[in-house]
């Protein structure tokens, strides 16, 4: 396996002094009409040229892997004007941080719920040997393993989790894309990629049970307002009882007890208001 290294250079400006001088004297030479300075300036300018090949520009955030007839011989990071080996190959890598948006791929989740998610992921180069030569066209192999690496993590939990035991696709955003950007990582690194990082950017049930899931949402929405609803009901009543019967305001009976706590019971769970009725007269 390739690893990235260091290439022997110099520096370009140097290199360019030469190739003015060498190609300057070639063309003096030729001024000469006597067969020697002909040979020697002829010489002189291929001696130009051949310098000429050798000369490259490394932009900021650039690498520039070097080949020569085949044979992978190093790389420059360091932004400038260089001079490589005459008739090499360069081919410039970008260092610089980039985003790739998934697009919406439809999953089941670990309960067989299809569901829609998308991702974004941030990453960079950090090994150009390995982006070049190690893999066929680094940046779509980096968008197949996101989205493969996508669908490996989102099919290994459910969308939510109904007793809140256990990690959710919706309940734990952040630890699920931390285990997304660390399954990315071992997947790219062949490629000299690191992830930096990856995040959710889209999850829903699909439309097809959207509406269902909905529904089962806001029942649950509802079961557990009217249990803390019915839980403070019966606090309350509790309390009136323990109260009335501390200070001795009214004696109450089972049966009447009884009645006071249907009333009261009605009165606070129902969700709508009470309406209340005034007795004004008895038959006792």
């Known amino acids: 396996m390739l690893k990235e290294k260091q290439l ?8 360019l002094l030469f190739f003015i001088a060498f190609m300057g004297a070639g063309v003096y030479l030729f001024t000469i009409a006597t067969p020697l300075p002909i040979i020697l300036g002829a010489i002189s300018c291929v001696i130009a040229f051949v310098i000429l090949t050798g000369l490259t520009i490394v932009q900021p955030n650039q ?10 011989l190093g790389v420059i990071r360091n932004s400038g004007f260089y001079m ?51 893999v066929d066209e680094y940046e779509t192999f980096v968008e197949i393993q996101s989205e493969t690496a996508l669908r490996h993590v989102a099919s290994k939990y ?5 007793d809140g035991n256990g990690f959710s696709l919706r309940g ?14 071992n997947r790219l690194a062949i490629a ?11 999850l829903a049930y699909s439309t097809e049970i959207a509406s269902a899931m ?23 009543v509790q309390m009136a009882i323990e109260r009335l019967q501390t200070e001795s305001i009214v004696e109450l009976d089972d049966e009447r007890k009884a009645a006071m706590i249907n009333n009261l019971l009605v009165a606070v769970v129902s969700d709508r208001s009470a309406q209340p009725i005034i007795n004004t007269s008895s038959l006792y």
Do not use: W
């Open 8 to 15: 022997s250079y110099l520096n370009g400006f140097v290199a």
């Open 63 to 72: 690498a520039a892997v070097v080949t020569f007839f085949g044979k992978y």
């Open 84 to 134: 490589v080996t005459p008739f090499s190959s360069r081919k410039k890598v970008s260092l610089r941080v980039r985003n790739f948006n998934s697009a919406k791929l439809k999953v089941n989740d670990v309960n067989g719920n299809p569901i829609e998610i998308a991702t974004v992921v941030v990453f960079s180069v950090v090994d150009s040997a390995k982006a070049l030569f190690e």
């Open 158 to 162: 459910p969308y939510d989790q109904l």
């Open 172 to 185: 734990n955003t952040e630890e699920i894309a931390q285990e997304l950007t660390d399954e990315l990582q």
């Open 192 to 202: 000299g990629v690191k992830v930096i990082e990856s995040r959710l950017t889209h």
């Open 214 to 236: 909905l529904q089962r949402q806001q029942a649950e929405a509802i079961l557990s307002a009217r249990e803390k609803i019915v839980d403070g009901a019966v606090t309350m």
